[in-house]
């Protein structure tokens, strides 16, 4: 069955970096574009960044272009979030995404805090 897992959130101050990791299995990874969502408390989930199954194209929010990079590697099944010039505004519950057949699958998420 398909799973994604994301890994390396954590408290950070603001102005630091972070990188997210998330690995999939149970489908072709290098058929699908994949995702990146986030989730503040209390606000509604946000696409933050997209890339397509290649790695040729990415897409991001506004209020993330310029400091947040989507990757992929397509040999290891992984899709990674590099996270720089953190804000307070960016600490949510972010998670990896992909659609396969109009069915949305979502891992665990994991959660970035920025803060002094």
């Known amino acids: 069955q398909v799973q994604l897992v994301e890994s390396g959130g954590g408290l950070v101050q603001p102005g630091g970096s972070l990188r997210l990791s998330c690995a999939a299995s149970g489908f072709i990874f290098s058929r699908y574009s994949m995702r990146w969502y986030r989730q503040a408390s209390g606000k509604e989930r946000e696409l933050v960044a997209v890339?397509?199954?290649?790695?040729?194209?990415?897409n991001y929010a506004s209020s993330v272009k310029g400091r947040f990079t989507i990757s992929r590697d397509n040999a290891k099944n992984t899709v990674g979030l590099q996270m720089n010039s953190l804000k307070p505004e960016d600490t949510a519950v972010y998670y990896c995404n992909t659609v396969i057949y109009s069915e949305n699958y979502w891992g665990q998420g994991t959660q970035v805090i920025v803060s002094s």
């Open positions: 890339i397509d199954s290649r790695g040729d194209s990415q």
